[in-house]
C-alpha cells in the first residue's frame, strides 16, 4: 500500500506516518519545510498554491490523508488569506485531485483532519457530527469550507471521511501553542528560571486528548467500510487554569507563584467551552482514547524536564 500524507512533519502527521509504516505502508509526505519523519519520502510543495494534481497522478496512492493547516487560531487573524488558502482551497485541490485518481480506476480513499473549531461557541455540549457549524474564527471558518467540500465529494461518490479533532497534545506539540507553553514553563521554572508565564483566558474548557490517539483514529477511518464523519474526543473537559495547575503540581509547585494573566493573549471570538461526544467513533471504528488529561500533562511536562537536562 501506498499513502501520501500531508503535513507529515507535524505533530499528527509524525504518529501516523511512524503507525503505517510500521505496518509496511510506502509512506509519502508532503512538506513545505522542514524535514518528514524518517522513513518517509517527501516530497515539497507550498499548498498555498501549488496544485498537488501531479505528485498525486504520478504516486498513484491508495490512501491521501491531509493535515497541513494553518493551525494557530490566534494565526488565522493574522493571516486570514493565507489560512484560508492552506486550509480551504488546498483541500478543494487535493479532494479534485484524488477524485480524478478515483475516476481513473485507482482505488483511493481520503480522510481529512477537520477540526472542533468549525463549530465555534456551540450551542450545545457536547457536541456531535449533527451540530450545527457556526466557526468565530478565520481558522475555524477554513475549516468549516473544508468539512463540507468532504461532504460534498462524499455524496459524489468518493470515499472520503473527516475526523472532526478536538484538543490534542503530545511531546511533539509546538511550543507556540498553549499546552506546550505551560509545560514547557513549567519545567524551566522547576529548574530555577524566575521568569513569569503569561497566559490569557484561564477559564477556557477544552477536550484535550492525546495525539497518537488521533493518529489510531485517522488510520481506524481509512479503513472503515463506509466513508463518513467522525469526532474524536474524550468527552471530558478541563481549563486552561487546570491545565496550569496539573503542570506546576507535577513539579512541585503552585501556579499561582508563577503565572499572570494578560488581556493582550485573549482570543477574539474564543469558545468558552469545546467538548466532543466520540460515540460514533467508538460504536463504527472500535476507537478509544488510551491516555487521560493527568497523564498527558505529565508526559509533555517529563519530555521538557528531560530536554534541560
Known amino acids: 500500500m501506498r499513502a501520501l500524507v500531508t503535513g507529515v512533519g507535524g505533530q499528527d502527521g509524525f504518529y501516523l506516518a511512524d503507525r503505517l509504516l510500521a505496518e509496511g505502508v510506502e509512506v509519502h509526505g508532503i512538506v513545505r519545510e522542514g524535514a518528514a519523519p524518517p522513513g518517509v519520502q517527501a516530497h515539497r510543495l507550498d499548498l498555498a498554491v501549488d496544485d498537488p494534481a501531479p505528485l498525486l497522478a504520478r504516486l498513484r496512492p491508495e490512501l491521501v490523508v491531509n493535515l497541513a493547516a494553518i493551525s494557530s487560531v490566534w494565526r488565522s487573524w493574522q493571516q486570514p488569506e493565507l489560512t484560508a488558502a492552506v486550509n480551504g482551497l488546498a483541500v478543494a485541490r487535493l479532494l479534485a485531485a484524488t477524485r480524478e485518481l478515483a475516476e481513473g480506476g485507482s482505488p483511493v480513499r481520503f480522510v481529512q483532519a477537520s477540526s472542533a473549531e468549525i463549530f465555534g461557541a456551540a450551542a450545545e455540549a457536547p457536541q456531535t457530527e449533527r451540530t450545527r457549524l ?45 499546552s506546550r507553553k505551560i509545560t514547557s514553563a513549567a519545567a524551566r521554572i522547576a529548574r530555577g528560571s524566575r521568569e513569569r508565564l503569561e497566559l490569557g483566558n484561564l477559564d477556557a474548557r477544552r477536550d484535550w486528548g492525546w495525539a ?38 507535577h513539579v512541585g509547585l503552585d501556579w499561582r507563584d508563577h503565572v499572570d494573566v494578560s488581556e493582550a493573549l485573549i482570543r477574539p471570538g474564543d469558545a468558552p467551552e469545546q467538548v466532543g461526544d466520540a460515540s460514533r467513533a467508538r460504536e463504527v471504528l472500535g476507537w478509544r482514547p488510551t491516555m487521560d488529561f493527568a497523564g498527558i500533562v505529565a508526559a509533555m511536562v517529563d519530555a521538557d524536564l528531560a530536554a534541560l537536562d
Open 134 to 178: 457556526e466557526p468565530t474564527s478565520p481558522y475555524g471558518a477554513s475549516k468549516a469550507y473544508a468539512h463540507h467540500l468532504v461532504g460534498a465529494y462524499r455524496g459524489a461518490g468518493l470515499s472520503a471521511s473527516a475526523l472532526i479533532l478536538y484538543n490534542h497534545e503530545s511531546v511533539r506539540r509546538p511550543a507556540s501553542f498553549v
Open 212 to 249: 497518537p490517539d488521533v493518529a489510531d483514529a485517522l488510520l481506524r477511518a481509512a479503513r472503515a467500510v463506509e466513508p463518513d464523519d467522525y469526532i474524536v474526543a474524550t468527552g471530558v473537559t478541563h481549563s486552561v487554569r487546570e491545565f496550569a495547575e496539573t503542570a506546576f503540581a
